[in-house]
């Protein structure tokens, strides 16, 4: 399996403008999680679905911020307009659900996103 | 509200032993992760802890105290590989994981 895929990998834009951030989770998982990561406050959830359904966005920062999962294969994280203060690390994760008991979230490898 | 609090950096010779510890104050509790991310790459899975005891996975060992909030993160015969951030995370109501703002781990010849 290739893993989750994120992409762009790195997105330099100017204060303003629209950033679309994709993700393919692994095939079978039916969790998908959107995290951001920043040296000032970690790793932070910002909203995850689950058999493509949105579960908890009560991370998502603001009115700017939007996700999508449109089917089991894709998932959309939308900021308008953006902002310096966006500039992070943006990271997906899949998962199974597997009830009460042991699962791990894989990572994909990130979107470093630049917002000057 | 939820609290989850790691030593910001640690610094271990290669051969050695170290303990990374994690205390947490959560409304809910279903497990305790440990993860492992190197500078400029993505997180990935160590260990999960739902139980009191210790969960040993080859040269990296995981504890969980659920009555003292408690965990820690044990790594022995440090390699210099090993040097990356360490994050706790525990797993409260249905699939979130809420993370510790992570333990930088610097190993030294």
């Known amino acids: 399996d290739a893993g989750v895929i994120q992409s762009p990998r790195h997105e330099v834009t100017e204060m303003g403008q629209e950033v679309t951030l994709r993700c393919k989770p692994i095939?079978?998982?039916?969790?998908l999680f959107w995290y951001r990561q920043t040296m000032m406050r970690g790793l932070e959830l910002l909203i995850y679905?689950?058999?493509?359904?949105?579960?908890?966005d009560s991370g998502m920062p603001e009115d700017r911020f939007s996700a999508k999962m449109p089917n089991a294969s894709f998932s959309t994280l939308k900021i308008q307009p953006s902002e310096p203060r966006d500039s992070a690390v943006y990271f997906c994760?899949?998962?199974?659900?597997?009830?009460?008991?042991?699962?791990?979230?894989?990572f994909g490898p990130g979107t470093r996103l630049t917002v000057t | 509200g939820q609290n989850i609090d790691q030593p910001t950096e640690m610094t271990a010779t290669e051969g050695a032993i170290v303990q990374i510890n994690c205390t947490y104050q959560?409304?809910?509790?279903?497990?305790l992760f440990w993860y492992q991310q190197h500078a400029g790459e993505a997180p990935t899975f160590l260990s999960y802890n739902v139980l009191d005891g210790l969960e040993e996975k080859g040269r990296f060992s995981s504890f969980l105290s659920r009555s003292k909030g408690y965990s820690y993160l044990l790594l022995k015969e440090l390699q210099m590989k090993d040097s990356a951030s360490y994050l706790c995370a525990v797993k409260e109501a249905g699939n979130m994981l809420t993370f510790g703002g992570g333990t930088r781990l610097m190993v030294k010849p």
């Open positions: 959560t409304s809910g509790f279903n497990g």
């Open positions: 679905f689950n058999n493509n359904v949105p579960i908890d």
């Open positions: 994760a899949s998962s199974l659900s597997l009830g009460q008991g042991d699962y791990e979230q894989y």
């Open positions: 095939s079978g998982h039916d969790y």
